[in-house]
């Protein structure tokens, strides 16, 4: 599952703000492919720049508030002007990258919807918070595989080390105690040394 923004700015507080809605941020250049694992891109823009047909959203950062109506004639996806607060840019990307989202997962009796953030199993709804709604959707992607706590801190928290932290743990306690509370079949399964993993019931 694509969860990386790749950035050619570097905005103060930006990486957590990113990281809160289950992304990692990367700072670099652009090239002629992406690559597999970006979700958006932040480009800086100016006058004569062009924005790349492609099925990865770029959002034009403008150094004027004037620029940005040119930004989205030439095909952004969203623009702004820097300065921006970092939370603020981080809930624009999350919207572009679920709206180039194909709509629904569907696992067993369970409903994921990408677009509007929505789960529900068996038609009830589960309210969850952005960090838990990540967290499904990349056991979602696996569903049948068992996926490695290392994995889960550097796809979902977007950390590349190890924080020596029961954040895996807790966080998928609280999912599973949301996903399967009331459900006769549970559908997340932890096994010490494998992992998490996601099944159809």
């Not at 720049?49 to 950062?61: G, K, L, N, Q, Y």
């Not at 029961?166 to 992992?195: C, T």
Request: aromatic share 6%; glycine share 8%.
């Amino acid at each position: 599952m694509e969860r990386t923004i790749l950035s050619e700015i570097d905005i103060p507080l930006l990486d957590q703000a990113i990281a809160q809605r289950g992304y990692a941020l990367v700072l670099g250049t652009l090239c002629a492919d992406p690559g597999r694992g970006v979700a958006a891109i932040l480009r800086v823009w100016g006058p004569g720049i062009r924005i790349r047909c492609s099925h990865v959203p770029e959002i034009a950062v403008a150094g004027c508030s004037a620029w940005l109506t040119a930004a989205l004639d030439a095909g952004a996806a969203d623009a702004v002007s820097h300065p921006v607060d970092p939370f603020e840019l981080a809930a624009r990307v999350d919207v572009r990258v679920r709206s180039h989202m194909p709509g629904d997962t569907r696992i067993g009796d369970l409903r994921i919807d990408r677009v509007h953030r929505a789960v529900a199993r068996d038609g009830l709804p589960i309210p969850l918070v952005p960090r838990e709604f990540a967290l499904l959707l990349y056991l979602a992607e696996r569903r049948g595989e068992f996926v490695s706590r290392r994995e889960l801190l550097e796809q979902v928290w977007g950390l590349r080390f190890d924080p020596g932290t029961n954040v895996v743990a807790v966080h998928v306690s609280k999912l599973r105690a949301k996903i399967d509370r009331g459900f006769a079949s549970p559908m997340i399964r932890g096994v010490k040394g494998l992992g998490y993993r996601l099944d159809a019931v």
